[in-house]
């Protein structure tokens, strides 16, 4: 989206800490730029529910009420999306600069729902937010032929360091799309390796949940595994991992050539071509993830994986590429679906389900493990969304390669 920038007022007085904690950088200054014209708050997917949506928020540092702001806990509603931040005519980084400004202010005040409470701990304790014993991080790899190279096994240097990322490497859903993608890479011949044990939560939805200290010391835990290996680029599986390798853990000095998986099989999609060969008859509609999308930039490479597929007929939801609406889990999101429940009684997940069938989509691909069981749970209770089947496109890859060989 193009827009021009607005000169920024200096009278006005954010007469709070938050406001001074805000002009220490420059996303926080740019909030003087405010026009209250209120499209941040319309676009915002739970906009309707908070005490203080996004213009509102501002709207109460300019009157020197941000307390009010503080008092209320449905800031938590936050799905750290993007959506406002890229409507806003005023060029304000809303998402960074103000809503994560904000509930980093909710934490220190103690003011934060209890499951995110826990999450937190656990990826303190644990190195994710799941609670489950490191150890086990490449557990979804075991038995798998050929085998997934550990790198603090196998001793050698590789062309590509996976980062597999929590809900792939633990969540039973993300582990069998973790083996899809390691199917692919194994058919195309990619020298890779994990870090199994060795590797922590990436952090990012920690950091936009308001705890930028836990994100530091994970990153800081990953950069320092990092420094053990030989490679020459880092992929993921998680755009919200890709987005913190990318984008936050260079200001901490751990800098790497890194690429969302989708990109790095978009690159080589002719050798792709000659190998996917079965057929699978189907209507797909793919959910544009905010880390890729709207964050990121990237919405074709995806795309161009499922026009591969012999069979996929691709269709666009009525909300795709930058109008994608969140599945519900960032920001903390994958750990508020109780309190979320309780204050707003609906999900996300569900929309985007009954965006799917209104297309005629019988599969709905995505490319974040936060997605697939947010999905499916949706379409188990949507109405007339029985059939609609939910997949990772490394597991739609890893389908029509099994399907050529079958045929062949
Ligand atoms: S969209 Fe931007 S300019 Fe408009 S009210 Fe929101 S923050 Fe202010
Ligand atoms: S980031 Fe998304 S959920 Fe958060 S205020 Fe902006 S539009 Fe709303």
């Known amino acids: 989206m193009t827009t021009s920038t607005v000169d920024t007022p200096e009278d006005f007085e954010f007469n709070d800490a938050f406001r001074l904690s805000l002009e220490e950088v420059e996303q926080g200054r740019r909030i003087r730029a405010c026009l209250q014209c209120a499209a941040c708050s319309g676009i915002c997917p739970f906009g309707f529910l908070m005490d203080f949506p996004p213009h509102k928020m501002i709207s109460a540092m300019r009157a020197g009420m941000f307390e009010r702001v503080m008092g209320m806990d449905s800031l938590w509603l936050c799905v750290s999306c993007?959506?406002?931040a890229q409507v806003c005519p005023a060029q304000i980084p809303l998402t960074e600069g103000l809503m994560t400004r904000a509930k980093e202010e909710m934490v220190l005040a103690g003011n934060i729902p209890v499951e995110l409470q826990d999450a937190l701990e656990n990826s303190q304790r644990y190195g994710n937010a799941l609670g489950e014993p490191p150890r086990r991080r490449a557990d979804w790899a075991a038995g798998l032929e050929p085998a997934v190279p550990i790198l603090g096994k196998i001793k050698r240097s590789v062309d590509v360091l996976w980062f597999v990322g929590d809900y792939a490497s633990f969540h039973p859903r993300g582990r069998q799309a973790s083996q899809a993608l390691a199917t692919v890479l194994n058919r195309l011949g990619v020298d890779y390796g994990i870090l199994g044990p060795e590797e922590n939560s990436d952090g990012?939805?920690?950091?936009l949940a308001g705890e930028?200290?836990?994100f530091e010391m994970l990153a800081e835990k990953n950069g320092r595994v990092f420094e053990k290996y030989e490679f020459q680029e880092i992929l993921t599986t998680d755009p919200h991992a890709f987005n913190a390798l990318k984008n936050e853990y260079p200001?901490?000095?751990?800098?790497?050539?890194?690429?969302h998986y989708s990109q790095f099989l978009a690159t080589h999609l002719e050798q792709?071509?000659?190998m996917l060969g079965g057929a699978i008859s189907a209507r797909v509609a793919f959910h544009d993830p905010c880390y890729l999308g709207r964050a990121n930039g990237i919405y074709d490479e995806p795309r161009q994986l499922l026009a591969?597929?012999?069979?996929l007929e691709l269709v666009e939801m009525l909300h795709t590429r930058?109008?994608?609406i969140c599945c519900g889990g960032g920001g903390g999101g994958m750990w508020l679906d109780g309190f979320r429940w309780e204050k707003a009684r609906f999900r996300l997940s569900e929309v985007r389900v009954q965006e799917a069938l209104a297309v005629g989509a019988d599969i709905l691909a995505v490319t974040c493990p936060y997605e697939m069981p947010r999905f499916e749970d949706a379409a188990k209770t949507v109405e007339g969304a029985e059939h609609l089947v939910v997949k990772d496109i490394a597991e739609l890859l890893a389908d029509a390669l099994v399907e050529a060989e079958v045929s062949s």
């Open 82 to 84: 993007y959506a406002c």
């Open 204 to 207: 990012d939805s920690q950091r």
């Open 212 to 214: 930028r200290g836990l």
């Open 251 to 259: 200001a901490l000095g751990i800098s790497y050539p890194v690429r």
């Open 272 to 274: 792709l071509q000659t």
């Open 308 to 311: 591969a597929v012999p069979g």
């Open 322 to 324: 930058e109008t994608s």
